[in-house]
């Protein structure tokens, strides 16, 4: 049985705006869809390169398509995860900055790297989308196994369209909190 007085001590301080998980939290507060589609797309990449594994062991050849296709869920990977560090203010900042200042201070400086992760995650995905519609348009083709290149690209734009929406909810809330 978990005793939560001593979760709440031993877990790490929330951050300022409160929208951290309380401790021992659980369920849809604790789940979010980033979690379930980074853990999913973890365990994609660990059946591929089992396979590849094992195909080389058995076989002294590799399936071409493995390192093509794992390249492409690692980049979707590490999107996922800044989607779910922004949500949970989680990313790396000057804590000396940060955390010696006071409570307006820090709501201020919250602000700030909430509407720059959204300008700069903006940008990406605008000009990740140019990038998946030339592609597209332009037919390119992976050079691994030929398939069409937009079919990776298209990722880009998709999850960091998701993120800058990520970072304006989290703007939001902090400019809502006096």
């Known amino acids: 049985m978990a005793d939560p007085v001593r979760d709440a001590a031993s877990a790490p301080p929330a951050p300022p705006g409160?929208?951290?998980d309380p401790p021992g939290a659980t369920g849809p507060a604790r789940t979010r869809w980033e979690d379930r589609v980074g853990a999913a797309v973890l365990a994609a990449l660990a059946l591929i390169?089992?396979?590849n594994v094992l195909a080389r062991y058995f076989t002294s050849q590799s399936f071409a398509w493995t390192e093509e296709l794992s390249i492409a869920l690692m980049v979707v990977l590490t999107l996922v995860a800044a989607g779910g560090a922004v949500v949970r203010d989680r990313h790396i900042r000057i804590e000396f900055f940060f955390g010696?200042?006071?409570p307006g201070r820090r709501r201020g400086l919250g602000l700030l790297s909430a509407l720059a992760t959204a300008i700069a995650f903006g940008l990406l995905a605008v000009l990740g989308g140019r990038l998946a519609?030339?592609?597209f348009i332009y037919e390119v083709t992976s050079p691994g196994i030929g398939v069409p290149q937009w079919w990776y690209t298209v990722c880009l734009p998709v999850f960091a369209a998701a993120i800058t929406a990520r970072a304006l909810q989290r703007f939001a809330r902090l400019r809502k909190q006096r």
């Open 18 to 20: 409160g929208v951290s």
């Open 49 to 51: 390169t089992f396979a």
């Open 133 to 135: 519609y030339d592609d």
């Open 100 to 102: 010696q200042g006071s």
